[in-house]
């Protein structure tokens, strides 16, 4: 269960902020390889900078929402270090997307989308969630 990872996380482990609210912090945390969510107190969270490189590509793949909702974030919060903001707050399953760029922040390895059909932007989008082919 992410609860009890996310409960036993050592002093100073790096995490990563997905939203909050006056108590509280949705976080993830990768350890061995698998990156963890679930919550923590934000008296415990310390902000660290942020010094992520956008690299460029071209890709074409599907959105993998079969488990879930899926989102994509604005480049203000994946590339710059910001705090949590959507740009689109579900992708559907099956969704054709053509990735442009794609940077690691957060622990998280990223694809910037577009649809591929009608060019609509997605924003930033966990790797997790994309199967090229």
Not at 68 to 86: M, N, P, R
């Amino acid at each position: 269960m992410d609860g009890e990872v996310i409960k036993l996380m050592p002093k100073g482990a790096l995490v990563y902020e997905f939203a909050h609210n006056h108590s509280w912090s949705y976080i993830s945390y990768n350890t061995g390889g698998t990156t963890y969510y679930g919550y923590a107190s934000k008296q415990y969270i310390v902000e660290a900078n942020v010094n992520v490189q956008v690299i460029s590509c071209n890709k074409k793949g599907t959105i993998n929402a079969s488990n879930g909702e899926v989102a994509g974030f604005a480049s203000s919060y994946v590339v710059d270090g910001g705090a949590s903001k959507l740009i689109r707050k579900s992708l559907d399953h099956g969704w054709h997307v053509t990735a442009v760029n794609y940077c690691n922040s957060r622990g998280i390895l990223w694809y910037e989308l577009y649809d591929t059909d009608d060019n609509d932007y997605y924003g930033w989008v966990d790797a997790n969630f994309i199967s090229f082919y």
